[in-house]
C-alpha cells in the first residue's frame, strides 16, 4: 500500500516517463550548464532526489535527462534551456517544470521545480549523486548463490495475461515447500522496487537459503509481464494470485501441500481473497496488510503522515474532511461524469474560498487529486472490508505489522485482522507489531515515508526471521 492511496493536501510529486524531447540551446553560455547536476526535492510527503543530466552537441544544441532517484526512474527525457542566467527544464507531457537561476560560479542553480499544480523549492548542485547503499542486495557475481535460480513464463488464461518472473528454488533431493509474494498497490516489478529497495528480492533470498521456494513475478504490464492495472481491482489481482498457484502445482520440485502466499500491504488484502477461493493454499503471511476497511485505512494513513510531516491538528481535521467529501462522491456516484461534475463543483468550492495567487496551484492540484481516485481501483479499495474474507480462513496465518508504520498502522489494524481470524474459528493465528519497523519493515525513526530512500536497511533481519521461522514451524 504505496503513496498512491494517500488523499492529502501535501500532495506527493510523482515523476512519470515522457517522450523524448530535444531543445535547442540558447546563445548565452549554454556550455556553462553542461555535465551532472543533483538536488533533493522536499514535498511534504516525501523527500525524492532528482538528477538531470546535461549534453552539449557540436552544433551548441542542449539535451537534458531527468532520473528520479529514489523512485527507480531514470533516463527521462527533457527539455532543457538557458538565458543569461536562467535555466529551464520541462517535461511536458509529465506536466513537470524546473526554472532556475545559475549562480555567479555556476556551481548551483536556484529555483522551483513544479508538478501537477504544486511548486517545490529546488537547489541544484554540480556533480554525480551519490549512490545510496544497499547492503542486502549486494550479491558476489563470482559466487553464485546456494539455490537455483530460473526465470519462469506463465498464464492467468481466465484474465488473458502472460506473467514473467523468477522462481528461486532450494538445492534439495525431496519437494520443497514454496511461497508466493504479492506486492502493494500501484504496479511493481518482481523485486517489489520502491524508493530504490528491492524488498521482495531480499526476502526471496533469505527465505530460500532457509529451504523455501519463491516465486515472485512482475506485475500486470510490468517487466516481462502483459496486460495493464488501468481497469484493475484487488479482486483481478487474486486471480493472478490464483494463475500463480496453479503454476507451482506443475512443478516437480515443489511440495504442493505446502503453498503459501506472503503479501505486502495491499498483498495482504489479497491473500485471503485467494484462500477463500483454493484449498491449495496451506498459510497466509501478511506484512502491513489491512485488517480495515478501505476507507478507515485512508484517514489514519494521511493523518499519520501529514503528522509526521509537521501538520498541525486543524490541517490534518481539515484535510479528513476533504476526504471524506471525495469518497462520498465515489461511493454514491457510479456514474463517472456525473461524478466528475461533482469533483468540479467541490473544486471550485475550494478554489472561490483561497487567496487568488494560490487559486491556479488549488485547483490543478485537486484535479490530480480527483484523477487519482476516479479509478476502478480505488473505488474498491475504498469500500472492501477484508474482514469478511478474514473470518473464512482456515489455514494459518500470522499478521505483522512494523510499530512505526504510518500507512497502516498496528494498533488499529492488528487487533482488527486478529478479531476476525479468531471470530470464524481460526485455531493459528499470530499477531505480532515488530518495534521500531516502518511500512517496508525497516528499522527507522519516525516511520514517515520521506526516511524510505535513506534508509540503508532494505528489510530488517527480525522481520526476514520471524517470517521464516514461522513458516518452518508450519511445514515440518
Not at 542553480?109 to 542486495?137: D, H, M, N, W, Y
Not at 515447500?177 to 518482481?190: C, F, K, N, Y
Not at 504490464?221 to 489481482?237: E, K, L, N, Q, W
Not at 474532511?321 to 469533483?343: C, G, N, P, V
Request: proline share 6%; glycine share 10%.
Amino acid at each position: 500500500m504505496k503513496m498512491r492511496i494517500v488523499v492529502a493536501l501535501l500532495a506527493a510529486c510523482v515523476v512519470v516517463q515522457a517522450p523524448a524531447v530535444r531543445g535547442a540551446a540558447t546563445q548565452t553560455s549554454s556550455a556553462g550548464i553542461a555535465g551532472s547536476w543533483q538536488g533533493t526535492l522536499a514535498t511534504g510527503a516525501v523527500n525524492l532526489r532528482l538528477a538531470f543530466k546535461v549534453s552539449q552537441a557540436p552544433d551548441g544544441a542542449l539535451t537534458a535527462t531527468l532520473d528520479s532517484l529514489d523512485q527507480g526512474v531514470t533516463g527521462m527525457p527533457a527539455e532543457v534551456s538557458l538565458a543569461g542566467n536562467v535555466v529551464r527544464f520541462a517535461l511536458k507531457s509529465a506536466g513537470i517544470s524546473f526554472e532556475g537561476r545559475l549562480s555567479t560560479d555556476g556551481s548551483r542553480i536556484e529555483g522551483t521545480f513544479t508538478q501537477g499544480g504544486g511548486s517545490f523549492p529546488l537547489v541544484l548542485t554540480r556533480g554525480e549523486a551519490a549512490v545510496p547503499k544497499r547492503p542486502q542486495e549486494a550479491r558476489d557475481v563470482t559466487t553464485p548463490p546456494p539455490y537455483l535460480e530460473e526465470q519462469v513464463r506463465y498464464q492467468n488464461r481466465a484474465g488473458g495475461i502472460t506473467f514473467a518472473g523468477t522462481l528461486t528454488l532450494p538445492r534439495s533431493a525431496v519437494r520443497s515447500p514454496a511461497v508466493i509474494l504479492i506486492s502493494g498497490s500501484g504496479p511493481e516489478d518482481r523485486d517489489e522496487t520502491v524508493f530504490g529497495h528491492k524488498p521482495f528480492l531480499v526476502l526471496a533470498d533469505h527465505l530460500t537459503r532457509n529451504g523455501i521456494a519463491v516465486l515472485r513475478v512482475d506485475d500486470r504490464g510490468v517487466g516481462g509481464s502483459s496486460g495493464t492495472t488501468d481497469t484493475a481491482t484487488s479482486d483481478d489481482f487474486a486471480g493472478d494470485v490464483l494463475a500463480g498457484i496453479a503454476y507451482l502445482k506443475g512443478r516437480r520440485e515443489i511440495d504442493t501441500a505446502h503453498i503459501g502466499l506472503i503479501g505486502h500491504s495491499e498483498g495482504g488484502l489479497i491473500a485471503p481473497i485467494v484462500a477463500t477461493r483454493s484449498k491449495d493454499v496451506a498459510f497466509i503471511v501478511m506484512l502491513a496488510g489491512p485488517g480495515l476497511p478501505g476507507e478507515q485505512i485512508l484517514y489514519l494513513q494521511a493523518a499519520a503522515v501529514n503528522r509526521a510531516n509537521g501538520a498541525t491538528d486543524a490541517q490534518v481535521a481539515a484535510n479528513q474532511r476533504l476526504q471524506e467529501r471525495i469518497f462520498a462522491i465515489m461511493k454514491t456516484e457510479k456514474d463517472l461524469a456525473a461524478a466528475d461534475a461533482k469533483f468540479a463543483a467541490l473544486r471550485d468550492e475550494f478554489v472561490a474560498a483561497a487567496p487568488a495567487a494560490q487559486k491556479p496551484a488549488i485547483a490543478a492540484q485537486l484535479n490530480a487529486q480527483f484523477k487519482s481516485v476516479s479509478t476502478p481501483w480505488f473505488r474498491y479499495f475504498l469500500t472492501y472490508d477484508p474482514r469478511p474474507a478474514l473470518s473464512k480462513l482456515t489455514c494459518p496465518v500470522l499478521a505483522l505489522i512494523g510499530e512505526r508504520d504510518l500507512q497502516v498502522p498496528y494498533a488499529e489494524n492488528l487487533p482488527a485482522i486478529e478479531a476476525a481470524l479468531k471470530a470464524g474459528g481460526n485455531r493459528d493465528v499470530t499477531a505480532i507489531h515488530l518495534p521500531q519497523l516502518n511500512h517496508l519493515f525497516q528499522t527507522a525513526t519516525t516511520g514517515s515515508p520521506n526516511e524510505y530512500a535513506q534508509i540503508e536497511e532494505t528489510m530488517a533481519p527480525v522481520a526476514l526471521k520471524t517470517v521464516s521461522d514461522w513458516i518452518a514451524k508450519r511445514i515440518r
